[in-house]
């Protein structure tokens, strides 16, 4: 596949799960894909992958909740040319009641999962706008459109990616911007583990769960087809919403 030979891609949230998938797609597809998180052996390692298998990959290690960081990586991307695609990807989803009053869990959602997807936007939307093309994908989620008990300040961060795509998504198209929201559901990647409340735990990996073992979950890999379907479709046509759940998910 050569469908982005040409384009530079980058990645945030790249050292694992969708955001590792989507760089693997969009290399196989012919992009340079730039792969941040803060896990740098991990970038290492699948920028090698990527490399060995005759894609081109570049690491740029970084927490996107630093905003001068976000802003210095940038500057450096634009320097080399600007960034073509942005897969606004990191996020956490450290599950709890209210009650329970996880305050720097609520912190920490919202400087990733909001300040660091505003960050990565920041970086990258002056250049797109010069140049008159661009095409931004955030991840959102299901929990953009439903809440449920223990996902209070969760829900509330993927509803605001929803609220800031569809905004930008409006202000791009006086500039060539295209926006995507990707909304999964439950899907097999690290997202659970971060959760320290052992009764959303239990509610969510346990039977008749989300994340239950008999579950059919989504794979990583289903979403990155669904974000390479959406940045490989011509340039007049916007892919503004993908809602993926799995087939037995009923919320």
């Not at 699948?46 to 894609?55: K, R, T, V």
Request: aromatic share 4%; net charge neutral.
């Amino acid at each position: 596949m050569t469908q982005l030979s040409g384009k530079r891609a980058w990645v945030t949230g790249a050292s694992s799960g969708i955001g590792e998938a989507t760089a693997r797609v969009l290399a196989a597809a012919g992009a340079e894909v730039v792969l941040s998180a803060r896990r740098e052996k991990r970038l290492q390692t699948l920028a090698q992958a990527i490399q060995e298998a005759g894609g081109q990959a570049v690491i740029k290690p970084v927490d996107v909740a630093d905003r001068q960081a976000m802003a210095r990586l940038g500057e450096e991307l634009e320097d080399l040319g600007g960034v073509d695609i942005l897969i606004n990807n990191a996020g956490l989803m450290p599950l709890s009641p209210m009650l329970e009053g996880r305050v720097d869990e609520w912190e920490r959602m919202i400087d990733v999962n909001v300040k660091g997807l505003l960050y990565a936007i920041h970086a990258v939307l002056p250049g797109m706008a010069r140049r008159r093309r661009g095409h931004i994908v955030n991840l959102g989620s299901v929990a953009g459109r439903v809440t449920f008990p223990g996902g209070a300040v969760y829900c509330g961060t993927k509803f605001a990616v929803r609220a800031i795509s569809d905004t930008l998504r409006k202000e791009g198209t006086h500039y060539g911007l295209r926006v995507t929201d990707i909304q999964p559901g439950a899907v097999a990647t690290e997202l659970p583990q971060s959760i320290g409340s052992a009764d959303v735990r239990q509610a969510v990996t346990g039977p008749g769960g989300f994340y239950a073992p008999e579950a059919e979950i989504l794979q990583a890999e289903d979403i990155a087809n669904a974000i390479f379907y959406a940045v490989t479709q011509p340039p007049h046509v916007d892919v503004s919403e993908l809602l993926i759940r799995p087939q037995r998910q009923e919320t």
